[in-house]
């Protein structure tokens, strides 16, 4: 019903930026929270960011002041802009749907790579 694909993941240098996004096609109308999650290889999937359907959003910590997460739900898109990055930031990033009536969705995740 719900199909989320990623975009924007690449190579950058420590203290360099990228911004992700995330369309939304299908039943995008039902969704609610949208959030950006991470895993890096023999580490658990972790919640980087979290927006609401009003505009709310919360942050890990490691992220706080580097990351903005935003939507325009209008082009059914999020956002992940990503500033300062660190090489502890590289991961596979991963776009995640709640709908209204508690269905998730997931991307297949894109590669972002930060070296030193």
């Known amino acids: 019903q719900v199909q989320l694909v990623e975009s924007g993941g690449g190579l950058v240098q420590a203290g360099g930026s990228l911004r992700l996004s995330c369309v939304v096609s299908?039943?995008?109308?039902?969704?609610?929270?949208m959030s950006w999650y991470r895993q890096a290889p023999g580490k658990q999937r972790e919640l980087v960011a979290v927006i609401s359907s009003a505009g709310s959003t919360n942050y890990a910590d490691s992220v706080k002041g580097r990351f903005t997460i935003s939507r325009n739900n209008a082009r059914n898109t999020v956002y992940l802009q990503m500033n300062s990055l660190k090489v502890d930031d590289t991961a596979v990033y991963y776009c995640?749907?709640?709908?209204?009536?508690?269905?998730?969705?997931w991307g297949q995740g894109t590669q972002v790579t930060v070296s030193s």
């Open positions: 299908g039943n995008g109308f039902s969704i609610n929270v």
């Open positions: 995640h749907a709640l709908s209204r009536v508690n269905v998730n969705s």
